[in-house]
């Protein structure tokens, strides 16, 4: 099914340029970011009245080329220096997002079928969380039976209750350390060599939603579905009696192919326990006798004066804890993975020891914010997770089923 990117916004909203607002609708959000990706590189004469501020700028010559609604190229240039570059992106994004004017018109955001269009699932790689912990997240775009043929870029929203996810405690929100998102090229290939997947990601925390948006690089549409991208969810450090149940909503969806024509993609909710304290005392004392069953036999120095943690540091050579690095699934199967929770914070190196210190396996020159490793022909046991950041070194101690 398709629909067309919706007609063009009435001549009040274009008339006059507002840096950021390409569309012409009067406010500034990812759909616009997707418009930015079509006209990326295009050029054209100079805007007269140029700068950048949310402000009414008047309209310069009109461009050759536009939009398939009829919205000329010119319109993506938001410093109006005559080219539609890096720069133009910067201000939609990062210095003009969701800036509205007293009156816009609403986005159009096409109604889905779920028994005929593609989801976009939203799957917890855990159920449950405890309190100040990192939440991960698979996202899937369609299936076998509900294929995507025609993705250029999608944008839409993650809403969740803002009492229970972390609050940024800095700017930029264009950048948060509280939610990120990373795409995942090896599951959607590039439709050409080169093209690749890009996430950008706006956290709107006291709304309780963050719109993120996928596009590539070159206006190219590619097909396939599965696993698209990977976010990461900060969990507040609450402090709590019982378990709270809450929810987290995928909607506000619009896929775009290379020429902006919008298709159907159903959103999707899945919800999430974060333990209460009790709990989250209970899971303690369940790591230290798994940790006192598992010391049995081994022969570490000084082990019974350290916590095998701290051993395991001493012994393998780490360093400081890196916040907010994940090591799942725990226990393992077949393969592990491991993320950190910043996309400034680059893995580097992934090496795989046995609970005496021997080193089994290895991954150097990641750097990347996730990596996985197979393990599947490893005996059940215990084993310890050496990490390399750009930041420091940890150590995780894992389980093997």
């Known amino acids: 099914m398709l629909f067309a990117i919706g007609c063009m916004a009435t001549s009040a909203y ?62 993506a240039d938001a410093n109006g220096k005559g080219a539609v570059g890096y720069s133009d992106r910067k201000v939609l994004w990062e210095d003009n997002y969701g800036m509205t004017q ?15 269009d593609p989801t976009l699932q939203l799957v917890p790689t855990s159920t449950t969380v405890l309190p100040g912990e990192a939440l991960q997240f698979d996202l899937f775009l369609g299936d076998a039976a509900k294929q995507v043929s025609n993705l250029y870029g999608i944008t839409f929203k993650l809403q969740f209750d803002a009492d229970w996810v972390k609050d940024e405690t800095s700017a930029p929100m264009y950048d948060p350390n509280v939610v990120s998102i990373s795409v995942d090229n090896a599951a959607w290939p590039a439709p050409t060599s080169g093209n690749e997947l890009e996430p950008f990601i706006q956290l709107e925390n006291d709304l309780g939603q963050v719109e993120m948006v996928i596009l590539r690089e070159l206006p190219e549409s590619g097909s396939g579905h599965g696993l698209i991208a990977s976010i990461m969810v900060i969990i507040e450090d609450v402090v709590m009696l019982e378990n709270v149940e809450t929810d987290f909503v995928i909607n506000d969806i619009v896929l775009v192919d290379e020429n902006l024509n919008r298709f159907p993609v159903a959103g999707s909710q899945t919800t999430v326990t974060i333990q209460a304290n009790t709990s989250a005392l209970q899971a303690d004392e369940n790591d230290d006798t798994a940790t006192a069953s598992m010391n049995a036999g081994v022969d570490m120095p000084e082990a019974m004066s350290l916590s095998v943690d701290q051993w395991a540091k001493d012994e393998i050579q780490g360093g400081d804890d890196i916040a907010q690095i994940s090591v799942y699934p725990n226990p393992v199967v077949d393969r592990l993975q491991a993320r950190t929770g910043s996309q400034t914070e680059m893995l580097e190196s992934m090496k795989l020891f046995t609970a005496d210190g021997q080193l089994l396996r290895q991954q150097l020159k990641i750097e990347a914010t996730n990596t996985t490793m197979d393990v599947s022909t490893l005996p059940q046991g215990s084993y310890y997770v050496q990490l390399e950041t750009n930041t420091g070194t940890t150590v995780k101690l894992i389980n093997k089923q």
């Open 14 to 75: 274009t008339q006059n340029v507002w840096p950021g607002d390409i569309n012409g609708n009067g406010t500034v959000n990812g759909i616009d970011l997707l418009y930015h990706g079509v006209a990326e590189g295009q050029v054209g004469p100079e805007r007269f009245d140029q700068g950048t501020e949310w402000q009414a700028y008047s309209a310069g010559p009109q461009w050759v080329g536009s939009f398939n609604d009829g919205t000329n190229y010119s319109r």
């Open 102 to 116: 007293s009156t816009h018109v609403l986005d159009n955001y096409p109604v889905a079928n779920p028994l005929v």
